[in-house]
């Protein structure tokens, strides 16, 4: 099993930014490709961005390219979401997840789910 853990929400005025962490624990962390989604109210789980388990390739949706950037940390077992430019419509609990699939955008495909972080952006 795979813990995961997020932090690095809270709030922020538009035009601002902020850097998320997901630490993980458990099995090895490079097994997995890792994904941020994220949640607004009334809305369904979005895909924001994923990278791979082996090479660190990326993919970003489409709505997300030039604002988020996914990376990773294999040493300290730590996935990171760094946003730019927020506009109040990013306001969402953002979760990390872990897959032992190839890198996806499917939700349900995803093993494994942080319990979010909650990133409020006001105008």
């Known amino acids: 099993q795979v813990q995961l853990v997020e932090s690095g929400g809270g709030l922020v005025q538009a035009g601002g930014s902020l850097r998320l962490s997901c630490a993980a624990s458990g099995r090895t962390f490079s097994t997995y490709s890792m994904g941020w989604f994220r949640q607004a109210p009334g809305k369904e789980r979005e895909f924001i961005a994923a990278i791979s388990r082996s090479d660190d390739s990326t993919y970003y949706a489409d709505s997300m390219k030039g604002r988020f950037t996914i990376s990773r940390d294999v040493a300290k077992n730590t996935v990171y979401l760094q946003m730019n430019s927020l506009k109040p419509e990013d306001t969402a609990v953002y979760y990390c997840?872990?897959?032992?699939?190839?890198?996806?955008?499917?939700?349900?495909?995803?093993?494994?789910w942080g319990q979010g972080t909650q990133v409020t952006v006001s105008s």
């Open positions: 997840a872990a897959s032992l699939m190839v890198m996806t955008t499917v939700a349900t495909a995803y093993d494994y």
